[in-house]
């Protein structure tokens, strides 16, 4: 079904309105956040804790944690938490905050919020911190999987045949490539097309998910402009006719994910379940059509929200009206490319669909 310029524009414009008053009405109406009821006073952190997990011990809204963190001003990566810290909940100033005990309470809590300790700044290591989700759920896609162009990928060389004119290759074997020459002790990485993506909307296609298979080093280049590659190392497949040829894309993940409200320029939709056909829950991941165009990054936080169904309304000639939509969960961005993103389901109400809308969480 094809969409006129103006109907699309106005959809597009209605979608950045409201996602821009919902983040300015959070803004400017920005209460401190509610500590929970029932929120531990001392809680000894453990081997699997996630800080999204820790967060939700204490806080309603788990994505505003850094309000009510003690930040020690000796330390130079003050956010970082590990397994045995003793986290307690504090009065400081009139401010509810949690902070980890170093052995005098509250009050060296409030000595390292205030200065008063007089040390060097020691630098933390991230290794064995606690991270935001648990990695391994997001490890596979944060080790070979990119996205990128669909008109870029197909402008790159492609895998014409191997030496021993093999229909499948591994690590040690000699491949050739047809296409723009390559440079010569150069290490490439071989990539296997994907899923396209397309925009639920605009019905563009806004990428398309490439893995990589392989990585090579370039030997030589004919006159007829055809490289020859060694192939080097093997990422668990075979490499095939038809593999495409570019340097190797490197994954810009933040060693530790910071979860925060996003900040992007207008709202969005789950376009994919990942490793799946039907919907989502928590500890899947998903794309979404926000990439970094949009400002989303590693670390954002979205609100996901089910389309209202439609109900007939009896007293008014049976006709249909589409019931508000309803917050069905959360997700956290973790890898950003142009237009699409990865991101982490960090609680589900319901099951998460394609079609889902994405807004940045309000501050209630």
Known sequence: MKISFNSLTKALLMTVISSTLL???????????????????????KKGDTLWDISGRYLDSPWRWKEIWATNKQIKNPNLIYPDDILILCVIQGQTLVGIDTGEGCAGVEKQL???????VTVTSVTNSIPAIPLT?????????????????????YILASKNRNL????????????????????????????KYVDPKTQRIIGLEVTQVASAMVTSVAENGVSSLQLTQSYGKEVREGDRVFLELGNS?????????????RGGMIVRVM??????????????????????????????????????DTIDNDNSVR?????????????????????YVLSSELPLNVGDQLLPPPYL
Not at 137 to 157: N, Q
Not at 282 to 288: D, E, K, L, P, T
Not at 290 to 305: H, I
Not at 327 to 332: L, Q
């Open 275 to 312: 490793d799946s056909i039907s919907s989502a829950a928590r500890g899947s991941v998903v794309a979404i059509n926000l990439g970094t165009a949009q400002g989303a990054k590693p670390g954002d936080v979205l609100t996901v929200y089910q389309k209202g169904p439609l109900v007939r």
């Open 114 to 120: 205030t200065g008063q300790v007089v040390s060097a």
């Open 137 to 157: 759920a997001i490890k596979h896609w944060l080790d070979r999987s990119v996205i990128v162009r669909p008109e870029d990928f197909s402008s790159t060389p």
């Open 168 to 195: 499948i290759t591994a690590s040690g074997d000699k491949v050739y490539a047809k296409g723009v020459p390559l440079i010569v002790g150069q290490r490439y990485g071989v990539y296997r097309e994907g899923e």
């Open 23 to 45: 983040m300015t009405t959070a803004q400017a109406n920005n209460p401190a956040p509610t500590i929970k009821a029932d929120a531990p006073n001392r809680y000894i952190v």
């Open 253 to 265: 993940i933040p060693p530790v994910f910071y979860p925060a409200p996003a900040e992007v320029s």
């Open 323 to 343: 019931l508000p939509s309803e917050e069905s969960g959360m997700v956290m961005v973790f890898n950003s490319f142009d237009d699409i993103s990865y991101a």
